[in-house]
Nanobody, 114 residues
């Protein structure tokens, strides 16, 4: 059973920063990609950022230049550094790992509000 545990969400003012962490119960190289998705109220879940086994990254247009995905292979942890947050970034953020199956964390709430 693969487990993904997110942490680091919370309340932040516009313009602020947060770093999300996702601890994966198996070595990251078991998965061909890991990443972050988000779901805002009333909206579909959308891709935020992804990093492949080879280290290639891809970002949603709305977060390019503000968010950075990274990983620590020794800790089997994936991070999402989020800078210059705005109210449209408010959502539940989910960690994802893809192999022959698709694995999800339980989600962590990020609220951007003054």
């Amino acid at each position: 059973q693969v487990q993904l545990v997110e942490s680091g969400g919370g309340l932040v003012q516009p313009g602020g920063s947060l770093r999300l962490s996702c601890a994966v119960s198996r070595t990251i190289f078991n998965f061909y990609a890991t990443g972050w998705y988000r779901q805002a109220p009333g909206k579909q879940r959308e891709l935020v950022a992804i990093i492949t086994r080879e280290g290639n990254t891809n970002y949603a247009d709305s977060v390019k230049g503000r968010f950075t995905i990274s990983r620590d292979n020794a800790k089997n942890t994936v991070y999402l550094q989020m800078n210059s947050l705005n109210t449209e970034d408010t959502a539940v953020y989910y960690c994802n790992a893809k192999s022959t199956a698709n694995y999800w964390g339980q989600g962590t709430q990020v609220t951007v509000s003054s």
